[in-house]
């Protein structure tokens, strides 16, 4: 049948020998005569983040606890509430603010350079550090205290990758080959910047409380609080940072 149909039709002939090739078996397979599609870059997809509690616009005594929850959900990492996404991997940033919400104090809370911060995020920084509390290695505050110029920077992010000991006491702090010389420098940068602001927290978990602690010489005012998650992206490339803030007024 086949011969007579390469005789009669050369083109019908090739089709059907096209058809046949499709779909017959090849180790357990199929070949396909169909050209290979360039395989696209894996793109990857920004997570969502819901604070759950407290609620937007909230009133609270100041210089109290207020429980929070927060939920996450990414494409690529799971989601929070099956405990795909690990509770320590989501903070909340407290930003204080006095006077009454407008374009000027949005953006100053906008203007906040979230870099090294994320970087911080991403690596063990926070297991031994919190911002304004000692922990197992001094506060952040306390670190940009004591290093207040930037001409420290380069020092500091030197015992960041390579580790040090004895200068917060006899705790080591480990080495950090993972991070070059530049992530440490934003690192170190962000913490010499951000660290001393009194109006500035940071809490960690998907799930807790957060102070409402104020000022000094303040009575009342907000706080814009910024739940942030940063994703692990397309083999350890390309991460993306979710976001979901409410406003907690403070009396």
């Known amino acids: ?10 083109p019908c002939y090739a089709a059907v020998l096209l058809v046949i090739l499709h779909v ?3 180790r357990g397979g199929y070949i396909s005569l169909r050209p290979t599609q ?6 990857n997809t ?3 983040v819901k604070i759950n509690e407290p609620g937007h616009q909230g009133v609270y ?14 494409k690529e990492d799971g989601d929070s509430r099956y405990d795909e996404i690990p509770s320590n991997s989501i903070f909340l940033e407290l930003s204080f603010h006095q006077n009454s919400l407008n374009s000027n104090e949005g953006a100053k809370h906008k203007a906040i350079d979230r870099h090294g911060l994320t970087l911080m995020m991403r690596s063990d920084c926070f297991n031994c550090h919190q911002f304004k509390s000692r922990n197992i290695g001094p506060a952040f505050s306390q670190i940009a205290m004591k290093y207040e110029s930037q001409r420290d920077a380069h020092a500091l992010a030197a015992r960041i990758m390579n580790g040090s000991t004895g200068l917060w006491g006899e705790e080591i702090m480990p080495a950090h080959p993972d991070l070059s010389e530049e992530q440490t420098l934003s690192v ?4 010499l910047k951000y660290g001393g602001t009194e109006t500035l927290d940071y809490v960690r978990g998907k799930s807790g409380t957060f102070p409402t ?7 009342t ?4 609080v910024r739940a942030m998650y940063t994703d692990n992206g397309t083999d350890g490339n390309n991460v993306l940072t979710g976001y979901d803030s409410v406003i907690v007024h403070c009396r």
Request: glycine share 4%; net charge positive.
């Open 61 to 74: 005594s100041a210089n109290t606890l207020v429980s929070y929850s927060v939920s996450v959900s990414d």
């Open 24 to 26: 017959m078996p090849f």
């Open 188 to 191: 170190v940068q962000w913490i």
């Open 213 to 219: 602690t104020l000022p000094r010489g303040k009575s």
């Open 1 to 10: 049948m086949l011969t007579n149909i390469a005789r009669y039709c050369p």
């Open 221 to 224: 005012g907000y706080f814009i």
């Open 38 to 43: 360039p395989s696209s870059q894996q793109r």
């Open 46 to 48: 920004a997570p969502i």
